[in-house]
């Protein structure tokens, strides 16, 4: 990999430090590439829903020394003067994923595999699916299209499962969401998939489920809730309760993908979803 000064020319020749948000692949990668490179990185070892007020003294310390602090992931970050947000989540979901964002703005360049990573924190299996399409002559001239096929498999298998291992999804976590599936419900005509269980590790259900629901809500035995599906619901569902998550590359978009989140469960949440199911897709 090909390594630069640290300093960012863009910023007058001030050096970025950059912080690094909620534990997933997508950081993991971020945090090794810059460190391999000779990039300044704090890591607080935070998990999803990480704030900028998390690293409140860090980024006074930068400032102090007159350096530049480069949030990743970190929400409210865009209203704290002097450091650069970047974030490909809720509001800004239309930008690349972070680690594109930050591989441009530290000069390095992204491999395939970053790519891959990529394009699973912006659009899950489907982005990870067309990424490797588009490179599907140049690998089926090499290995023919039998090999193309499990080769495209097991790279998303491969992404997926180290995507789950980071963000600390145990065996056990594994064991309970396939117990949970095996109980889930079928609502508004098959159109919305119910699967109830005790952790809020999602990723163990809607991986094992990918592709064979429209709609799906996780609710957890922790008061969390997450949505993958309808990109329009998704976005309402933002607007509607406070203080949770959204993202994906289908974000706000009829027809389209995108995932949902809330760490408390208000309790009309899935009434919510159903009613708008039945008023969008339901009725004649």
């Given amino acids: 990999m090909e390594k630069i000064n640290p300093e960012n020319p863009n910023s007058d020749k001030k050096k970025d430090v950059y912080l690094i948000g909620g534990s997933d692949l997508e950081m993991h990668q971020i945090k090794k590439k810059l460190t391999r490179s000779g990039h300044e990185v704090i890591d607080k070892n935070l998990k999803w829903g990480a704030k900028a007020d998390d690293y409140k003294k860090e980024i006074e310390q930068i400032l102090r020394e007159e350096k530049i602090p480069v949030a990743i992931e970190l929400s409210g970050a865009d209203r704290v003067t002097g450091v650069v947000d970047i974030d490909h989540h809720g509001d800004k979901s239309s930008k690349p994923a972070s680690i594109s964002q930050v591989m441009e703005r530290a000069g390095l360049k992204m491999s395939f595999i970053d790519d891959l990573i990529a394009a699973n924190d912006s659009a899950?299996?489907?982005?990870?699916?067309?990424?490797?399409?588009?490179?599907?002559?140049?690998?089926?001239?090499?290995?023919?299209?039998?090999?193309?096929?499990?080769?495209?498999?097991?790279?998303?298998?491969?992404?997926?499962?180290?995507?789950?291992?980071?963000?600390?999804?145990?065996?056990?976590?594994?064991?309970?969401?396939?117990?949970?599936?095996?109980?889930?419900?079928?609502?508004?005509?098959?159109?919305?998939?119910?699967?109830?269980?005790?952790?809020?590790?999602?990723?163990?259900?809607?991986?094992?489920?990918?592709?064979?629901?429209?709609?799906?809500?996780?609710?957890?035995?922790?008061?969390?809730?997450?949505?993958?599906?309808?990109?329009?619901?998704?976005?309402?569902?933002?607007?509607?309760?406070?203080?949770?998550?959204?993202?994906?590359?289908?974000?706000?978009k009829n027809g389209e993908n995108a995932y949902w989140g809330i760490s408390s469960n208000s309790g009309d949440i899935l009434e919510f979803v159903k009613q708008y199911i039945e008023d969008n897709f339901l009725k004649v």
């Fill in 124 to 252: 899950y299996i489907p982005g990870m699916e067309a990424k490797i399409e588009e490179r599907r002559k140049n690998f089926e001239a090499r290995i023919g299209s039998e090999k193309f096929e499990k080769m495209k498999q097991r790279l998303i298998a491969f992404v997926r499962a180290k995507d789950r291992q980071i963000q600390g999804i145990t065996e056990e976590h594994e064991k309970q969401a396939e117990e949970a599936i095996s109980h889930l419900e079928n609502a508004c005509d098959g159109f919305l998939t119910v699967v109830r269980m005790p952790h809020s590790k999602t990723a163990t259900v809607a991986d094992r489920l990918y592709g064979k629901y429209k709609n799906l809500i996780i609710i957890s035995d922790d008061n969390e809730i997450n949505f993958y599906g309808e990109g329009k619901l998704c976005q309402d569902l933002q607007k509607k309760f406070e203080g949770s998550w959204s993202g994906g590359s289908g974000l706000g």
